[in-house]
């Protein structure tokens, strides 16, 4: 999608390691998100960032840390991966909270 | 606590029909609606939005209906092609709650 990347796009991981997720915008959005899709639950919000060195931690964020060190840059890291993080990630951008969202390709992780 | 209810999770429509997704809300202080369009293997795409000052809004075979006292708005797609099978989510916004998603309705058109 124009404007942000997701990367990598596809991983398979062993249940215990570390593991980052990395998202990159080109549009100067101040606020950057990280969701994740699973059958019947729809899109859940992880953490959200509101500016450099600016987040905070949504709905399912037990196992999750982000970094934001850079405003283009939005890192989401697995301490310690877990079976149950076996998921889709999406990475999003918008100029507000209350505007549309821009959503990455995402990125496929399994945990095996 | 589901803030953002969503119906049906799967839509069969024939081609040329209309396709209607309900939404419902109970936050008041939501004040921004989108609908997002997401196909196999890629991410969701903003479709349309709608905020609470008109009941109304329509781009192309989409149309947002919005009721503001039954807290209900639903997407309308008209003229149902095969290439609009998507997942289709709506979504709330506003004050300083963040975006809440519906679970998403699964549509299939078929010829």
């Known amino acids: 999608d124009a404007g942000i990347t997701q990367s990598p796009r596809h991983k398979v991981t062993e249940t215990g390691t570390p593991v980052t997720l990395r998202c990159h915008q080109t549009?100067?959005?101040?606020?950057m998100y990280w969701y994740r899709q699973d059958p019947g639950h729809g899109l859940r919000l992880i953490h959200y960032?509101?500016?450099?060195?600016?987040?905070d931690k949504g709905e399912v964020s037990d196992g999750y840390s982000v970094s934001r060190s850079k405003t283009e840059d939005f890192l989401l890291t697995l301490e310690s991966a877990t079976s149950s993080q076996t998921s889709v990630y999406f990475c999003?951008?918008?100029?507000?909270?209350?505007?549309?969202?821009?959503f990455g390709s995402g990125t496929r992780l399994t945990v095996v | 606590q589901q803030q953002v209810k969503q119906s049906p999770q799967s839509l069969i429509v024939q081609k040329g029909g209309i396709s209607i997704i309900n939404c419902a809300y109970e936050?008041?202080?939501?004040?921004?609606f989108p609908w997002y369009q997401q196909f196999p293997g890629k991410g969701p795409a903003l479709l349309i939005a709608?905020?609470?000052?008109?009941s109304e809004k329509k781009e192309g075979r989409f149309t947002i209906s919005f009721n503001k006292s039954a807290k209900q708005f639903s997407l309308h797609i008209m003229d149902s092609q095969p290439g609009d099978s998507a997942t289709y989510f709506c979504?709330?916004?506003?004050?300083?709650?963040?975006?809440?998603f519906g679970i998403g309705t699964k549509l299939q058109v078929i010829p």
């Open positions: 709608i905020r609470p000052d008109v």
């Open positions: 979504a709330a916004s506003g004050g300083y709650q963040k975006v809440t």
């Open positions: 936050n008041t202080a939501f004040d921004y």
């Open positions: 960032s509101y500016g450099v060195k600016d987040t």
């Open positions: 549009e100067n959005h101040r606020y």
């Open positions: 999003a951008i918008s100029e507000d909270k209350n505007y549309g969202y821009t």
